[in-house]
């Protein structure tokens, strides 16, 4: 079991490759003291898998890793956000067979102190969750959202 075990990719039944050879998973953020309900989107760096599109902080599972715990991590090593800033409500898998990502949403009070922290991250948004949908979105939470959109307002209530 390697600390970092996970980075590579992994062609999956759907014909297409992904990243993680355990899987991944990503952080989706739920800002509760506004208002309105906002998620944390990060833009990906140009020289990222789908670099210029909006997504979570997510990345690669190690072997020793579950979803959430690598979920956590990622989002801190992205966007310093630290776990005890979020309190996880729900986690959905997009699985592929060999393959699979996993989203956890957490809700947080004020911006957890997400800022950019590492070269990973070209830029963040705080975005209302009815116009996530109008970003350029990396093609994998696209196809997630309309799933992830309910699951999201569900856990607010």
């Given at each position: ?5 996970g ?9 297409g490759?992904?990243?993680?050879l355990?899987?991944?998973a990503?952080l ?5 003291d ?6 944390l989107?990060?833009?990906?760096a ?27 991590r990622?989002a801190?090593?992205?966007v310093g956000?630290h776990?005890h800033?979020?309190?996880?409500v729900?986690t ?8 699979r ?8 009070h ?7 922290a ?14 996530v ?8 939470f ?16």
């Amino acid at each position: 079991m390697g600390l970092r075990d996970g980075d590579g990719w992994v062609r999956c039944d759907c014909g297409g490759h992904h990243w993680g050879l355990y899987g991944a998973a990503g952080l989706l953020l739920v800002r509760r003291d506004m208002p309105e309900p906002h998620v944390l989107l990060q833009l990906r760096a140009e020289w990222t898998h789908g670099g210029g599109t909006w997504a979570l902080p997510g990345g690669a599972l190690d072997s020793h890793e579950d979803s959430i715990a690598a979920a956590k991590r990622e989002a801190f090593e992205e966007v310093g956000i630290h776990e005890h800033h979020l309190t996880v409500v729900h986690t959905y898998s997009d699985d592929h067979g060999p393959w699979r990502y996993d989203t956890v949403i957490a809700h947080c009070h004020g911006d957890a102190n997400a800022g950019i922290a590492n070269a990973e991250s070209a830029d963040l948004h705080w975005v209302h969750i009815d116009s996530v949908h109008t970003y350029e979105l990396h093609p994998g939470f696209a196809s997630a959202w309309p799933n992830l959109h309910p699951l999201v307002v569900a856990s607010l209530e």
